[in-house]
């Protein structure tokens, strides 16, 4: 939900001069358009992930009309996208200060930049505007098949707005006196406000495992799971039924949550002892991606927890997360993260030990899945297989 700095004031000089020594062609190019039409090109830039182009278009537009919110705005998330945070905290910052009243993106964007009480200023700032357009819509009576408010407000963006103000008392607010207060009304605004995000019924299992509330959890993370995951059943279903010609469906257009987010739910589900639906959950992130040292971890530590029926299991999934690792690492593709898995991966695996007898891995070949593992492209030293739960 974030984003992850050159001299303010030496920027627009330094594009300036770039822009003179492209030529004189560059320069006629842009003079052709009007500020609104250079500003719609830098927005279709920005989506073709083109971002020299539209850094070329919005300096051109910015120059013409220095205080166009729109412009600013453009500029601001080409910033973002650059990693230049700084200056684009400076260009939402001037937009706020042109229009305060109007336009929540602004509001968003900041929030996500700064930290603290200022983030949860910003985003509060956001929340009224959105609450403000949406209002306006009920009063026009507006019908719920036309098309949202002309800024694109919808009871999703309010919910996930919510859930950033949630996620700051969980973590940078969390001192403060008042912080479970503000974050228990944040997350049941969230949900209050689309009790069709999932992310919302994530985030307050979370709270309540925080709170050390399970049954709470529970409750939550199943709601909020109970939102996608058939969704996803149902398109493993008709994948079974097609022909090997048809083409694959992508589950990020049947499902609106992303993969990180499916593994930060299946975390959850494993802490509140609902081993069979992290189990799913884990196996259809597999199938999209079997590259992740962290799912094939999650895997293990699911099975280890199950107990001794699946030690095996474990010990396979683990094994293969060490090998990932060892792959990564050599590719140079290996992040921290895999590093403070692998920590753990390895005393899971002492603790474990070796296979106890071939009668154990023959039982645990029986139950081969036969999907996933046919599919990984690296080997392994481990011939056990995983038994289905």
Same mark, same amino acid.
């Given at each position: 939900?974030?984003?992850?700095?050159?001299?303010?004031?030496?920027?627009?000089?330094?594009?300036?001069?770039?822009?003179?020594?492209?030529?004189?062609?560059?320069?006629?190019?842009?003079?052709?358009?009007?500020?609104? %039409?250079?500003?719609?090109?830098?927005?279709?830039?920005?989506?073709?992930?083109?971002?020299?182009?539209?850094?070329?278009?919005?300096?051109?537009?910015?120059?013409?009309?220095?205080?166009?919110?729109?412009?600013?705005?453009?500029?601001?998330?080409?910033?973002?996208?650059?990693?230049?945070?700084?200056?684009?905290?400076?260009?939402? /910052?001037?937009?706020?200060?042109?229009?305060?009243?109007?336009?929540?993106?602004?509001?968003?964007?900041?929030?996500?930049?700064?930290?603290?009480?200022?983030?949860?200023?910003?985003?509060?700032?956001?929340?009224?505007?959105?609450?403000?357009?949406?209002?306006?819509?009920?009063?026009?009576?507006?019908?719920?098949?036309?098309?949202?408010?002309?800024?694109?407000?919808?009871?999703?963006?309010?919910?996930?707005? #919510?859930?950033?103000?949630?996620?700051?008392?969980?973590?940078?607010?969390?001192?403060?006196?008042?912080?479970?207060? %503000?974050?228990?009304?944040?997350?049941?605004?969230?949900?209050?406000?689309?009790?069709?995000?999932?992310?919302?019924?994530?985030?307050?299992?979370?709270? %309540?495992?925080?709170?050390?509330?399970?049954?709470?959890?529970?409750?939550?993370?199943?709601? /909020?799971?109970?939102?996608?995951?058939?969704?996803?059943?149902?398109?493993?279903?008709? !994948?079974?039924?097609?022909?090997?010609?048809?083409?694959?469906?992508?589950?990020? %257009?049947?499902?609106?949550?992303?993969?990180?987010?499916?593994?930060?739910?299946?975390?959850?589900?494993?802490?509140?002892?609902?081993?069979?639906?992290?189990?799913?959950?884990?196996?259809?992130?597999?199938?999209?991606?079997?590259?992740?040292?962290?799912?094939?971890?999650?895997?293990?530590?699911?099975?280890?927890?199950?107990?001794?029926?699946?030690?095996?299991?474990?010990?396979?999934?683990?094994?293969?997360?060490?090998?990932? #690792?060892?792959?990564?690492?050599?590719?140079?593709?290996?992040?921290?993260?895999?590093? !403070?898995?692998? /920590?753990?991966?390895?005393?899971?695996?002492?603790?474990?030990?070796?296979?106890?007898?071939?009668?154990?891995?023959?039982?645990?070949?029986?139950?081969?899945?036969?999907?996933?593992?046919?599919?990984?492209?690296?080997?392994?030293?481990?011939? !056990?297989?995983?038994?289905?739960?």
């Amino acid at each position: 939900m974030a984003g992850k700095h050159a001299p303010k004031s030496k920027k627009k000089p330094k594009a300036g001069k770039k822009k003179q020594e492209s030529g004189d062609s560059s320069a006629n190019t842009t003079q052709k358009y009007t500020v609104d %039409q250079l500003l719609d090109k830098v927005a279709e830039y920005l989506d073709e992930f083109k971002y020299e182009l539209a850094q070329k278009f919005c300096q051109r537009a910015v120059e013409l009309e220095p205080d166009n919110l729109r412009a600013l705005e453009l500029s601001g998330q080409l910033l973002l996208e650059v990693g230049n945070n700084e200056s684009a905290k400076h260009c939402f /910052g001037r937009a706020v200060e042109l229009s305060p009243d109007n336009g929540h993106s602004k509001y968003m964007y900041l929030g996500q930049l700064c930290e603290g009480v200022d983030a949860v200023t910003f985003f509060q700032k956001g929340i009224a505007l959105m609450e403000e357009s949406l209002l306006e819509q009920q009063n026009k009576e507006v019908n719920a098949a036309c098309a949202l408010p002309s800024d694109g407000v919808s009871v999703k963006d309010i919910s996930s707005a #919510y859930c950033s103000v949630a996620e700051l008392y969980m973590t940078d607010l969390c001192d403060e006196a008042d912080a479970e207060v %503000q974050c228990r009304t944040a997350l049941e605004r969230a949900i209050e406000r689309d009790a069709t995000y999932a992310e919302a019924f994530h985030l307050m299992a979370s709270f %309540q495992l925080i709170k050390q509330n399970k049954n709470e959890a529970k409750k939550m993370i199943d709601q /909020g799971v109970k939102l996608w995951l058939p969704k996803l059943q149902s398109i493993d279903k008709s !994948e079974t039924l097609a022909s090997e010609d048809e083409k694959e469906i992508d589950p990020l %257009q049947v499902v609106d949550i992303s993969y990180g987010s499916r593994v930060e739910a299946a975390k959850i589900l494993i802490e509140v002892e609902d081993y069979k639906t992290a189990n799913e959950v884990l196996e259809y992130l597999l199938d999209e991606d079997d590259t992740s040292v962290q799912v094939w971890y999650l895997l293990g530590l699911q099975n280890y927890l199950e107990g001794a029926d699946y030690k095996a299991n474990a010990r396979y999934y683990l094994t293969k997360a060490t090998t990932l #690792y060892t792959k990564k690492k050599k590719e140079g593709t290996d992040t921290e993260e895999d590093l !403070e898995i692998l /920590g753990h991966v390895e005393k899971l695996l002492t603790e474990l030990g070796p296979g106890e007898t071939e009668g154990e891995d023959e039982e645990e070949d029986a139950g081969n899945r036969g999907t996933v593992e046919d599919d990984i492209d690296f080997e392994t030293d481990s011939d !056990e297989e995983p038994m289905d739960h």
